[in-house]
């Protein structure tokens, strides 16, 4: 059965410092990735989708970043983090299938 | 653009209560409508779809109906409990292009015993 992993659940990082939340999939191949984030009190906001390995599609113009080295990886990130980058973090897969499956997710506070 | 709407929370009801949590969405296409819902530290997992006019989707009790006339997805549930205390999420998506799921803003359950 597949699976999907995120981590870290929590992290408290302080204003300017880099970010690098990491998502893996297991037990299937060539799926659709994203990075949702849920602001307090808000809906989901997708953040980036991946396609395929390398490929990258952004919703928002924001400081952070998403890489797909690995077919069943996708990390987030940012060089340096905002105070608006709060947030509780979701990762998610879809393939061949109309719906998405999401990871447990991670909290950031930005301090 | 397309967009979903829900009834603002929080919800609070007592259990054995009749929930209603209203969806309505702007579409420019035919599209496939889902709820999903999040329990306290968790991810969303997907409750229940609806994928074209007049179905019904249907899981651990809730309903919701396709209405194409109203442009809307109610969820329903007759008696609830306080293991269905969540956030619910209403979305969408258009076509076969899971690149871009449009989720509502979310409505957050309270049951009480």
């Known amino acids: 059965s597949q699976t999907i992993h995120q981590w870290p659940a929590t992290l408290v990082q302080p204003v300017g410092s880099p970010l690098s939340l990491e998502c893996t999939v297991e037990g299937t191949s060539n799926p659709n990735l994203y990075w949702y984030r849920q602001a307090a009190g808000r809906g989901l906001q997708l953040l980036f989708y991946?396609?395929?390995?390398?490929?990258i599609s952004s919703e928002v113009p924001q400081n952070l970043s998403a890489s797909r080295p690995q077919d069943r990886q996708f990390i987030l990130s940012s060089k340096k983090l905002l105070l608006s980058d709060s947030g509780f973090y979701l990762c998610a897969w879809s393939r061949d299938s109309e719906k998405l499956f999401f990871g447990s997710g991670t909290q950031l506070s930005v301090l | 653009g397309d967009s979903v709407t829900q009834m603002e929370g929080p919800v609070t009801l007592s259990e054995e209560a009749f929930l209603t949590i209203n969806c309505t969405y702007t579409a420019t296409g035919y599209p496939s409508l889902f709820w999903y819902v999040q329990y306290p530290g968790e991810g969303l997992q997907l409750l229940l779809k609806a994928t074209k006019a007049d179905d019904k989707g249907s899981n651990k009790g809730f309903e919701a109906t396709y209405r194409k006339e109203t442009t809307s997805f109610h969820l329903e549930k007759g008696s609830v409990q306080v293991s269905d205390s969540a956030v619910y999420f209403c979305a969408l998506t258009i076509g076969t292009s899971y690149d871009k799921v449009i989720f509502g803003p979310g409505t957050s359950l309270s049951v009480i015993p």
């Open positions: 991946s396609v395929g390995i390398g490929q």
